[in-house]
């Protein structure tokens, strides 16, 4: 056989094997991982989908919803109460939805043993308003930012940002999303009912 020949099978050779070795070690990773059975642990839980908030409209056209940053335990696996934190309730907060040109107050109180900050992700607003590591909000204390939204509908979320502590805060369960709806929004034609949450929980304030 020639050499270029068989230097061109030998190289062919190589590639197939190594193809092969890949290949099996992704089957093996991925066998491995019960991610192909149907109703296995890693995906034996429902997906929470927290409520939509209450809000009130004041004589100006402003909507006010209010917020607690609490503690609580959460069930997340039959048997096993797990601490965690919540926005009006023991995890997670309530999705807030509000419409462009619309003016908003959030009341925000905190009844957490420690100081944190909500924070308005995504969202147009003054500084002020921000909610960043800069404006934190005591233990046992409150805030009440208000602004008018000003942007096209989105999908946002609202978060904790102390300096430090971000994401302790944001692993305890403390997240929520804030829907903005304008008048091209409102003509799709897409699903607008929020769901309710499924893991059973209590609260401790």
């Known amino acids: 056989m020639p050499r270029g020949k068989r230097t061109l099978l030998i190289r062919g050779s190589l590639v197939a094997g190594f193809a092969l070795v890949i290949g099996a070690l992704f089957t093996w990773l991925y066998t491995g991982a019960g991610v192909s059975t149907v109703g296995a642990v890693n995906f034996g839980n429902a997906l929470a989908v927290p409520p939509l908030a209450a809000s009130t409209v004041e004589a100006d056209g402003t909507r006010v919803f209010d917020l607690r940053m609490q503690a609580g335990e959460t069930e997340f696996t039959p048997g096993t109460r797990t601490p965690t934190s919540g926005f009006n309730g023991s995890h997670l907060g309530p999705t807030l939805r509000a419409a462009k040109g619309e003016k908003v107050r959030v009341k925000v109180a905190n009844t957490l043993p420690q100081g944190s900050t909500v924070h308005w992700h995504g969202m147009h607003l003054p500084a002020a308003m921000d909610g960043?590591?800069?404006?934190?909000?005591?233990?046992?204390?409150?805030?009440?930012?208000?602004?008018?939204?000003?942007?096209?509908?989105?999908?946002?979320?609202?978060?904790?940002?102390?300096?430090?502590?971000?994401?302790?805060?944001?692993?305890?369960?403390?997240?929520?999303?804030?829907?903005?709806?304008?008048?091209?929004?409102?003509?799709?034609?897409?699903?607008?009912?929020?769901?309710?949450?499924?893991?059973?929980?209590?609260?401790?304030?």
């Open 132 to 205: 960043g590591p800069h404006q934190t909000v005591p233990a046992g204390g409150s805030w009440a930012p208000e602004w008018t939204i000003a942007q096209p509908a989105a999908t946002l979320w609202y978060h904790p940002h102390p300096h430090g502590a971000t994401e302790t805060h944001v692993q305890r369960g403390l997240a929520g999303m804030f829907l903005l709806d304008d008048a091209e929004s409102a003509a799709f034609p897409c699903p607008r009912r929020t769901g309710s949450t499924t893991s059973r929980s209590s609260s401790r304030t």
